[in-house]
């Protein structure tokens, strides 16, 4: 199972772009790369997922380049209420069974 | 609402009183799964199941048992809880694995005096 490596903490202003990247040199082929965001106290939610190349939704932005090793999840305009915790997660929908989430990175988002 | 009920929100036990830990989903999922979470560690997973009758461990099973007799449950058991397992505990599940997205619980904060 890909193991996954992020910057422990960042710090941002509002209104600013983010871009916080994970590190996964073990990815294997059908692994899928997936973002989740966590406040205290709360379950992590889903935030993005992806395959290859870019993919984008109301919330965020995940570019993947062509070696897959990293991937870089992009929030754009980040305000106060994005300050939380984010988790890099790779695996496969059929046999990653197994979830390695590490410890995330620690956004802090200040006015 | 597709979601994923865990019971009780927070808990205080003391060392040895078995207790269980509730997790319930309604979206059919194949997958469900437990995780602690403490202080600069981030989420760890205890047990994993892919289906009904079929559990695995996660990286850090020892002192939890786990059971999956109906698609929908998944409790989490501890036969004889110590300090160490004071921690925050979330349930997931998906449709079908690890890699799919997860949806989690509200979390069980658990205190073992």
Known sequence: ?111 | EAQVTQNPRYLITVTGKKLTVTCSQNMNHEYMSWYRQDPGLGLRQIYYSMNVEVTDKGDVPEGYKVSRKEKRNFPLILESPSPNQTSLYFCASSLVGGGEKLFFGSGTQLSVL
């Open chain 1, 1 to 111: 199972l890909a193991k996954t490596t992020q910057p422990i903490s960042m710090d941002s202003y509002e209104g600013q772009e983010v871009n916080i990247t994970c590190s996964h040199n073990n990815i294997a082929t059908n692994d899928y790369i997936t973002w989740y965001q966590q406040f205290p106290s709360q379950g992590p939610r889903f935030i993005i997922q992806g395959y290859k190349t870019k993919v984008t939704n109301e919330v965020a932005s995940l570019f993947i380049p062509a070696d897959r090793k990293s991937s870089t999840l992009s929030l754009p305009r980040v305000s106060l209420s994005d300050t939380a915790v984010y988790y890099c997660l790779v695996g496969d929908h059929t046999g990653g069974f197994k979830t390695i989430f590490g410890a995330g990175t620690r956004l802090f988002v200040k006015a």
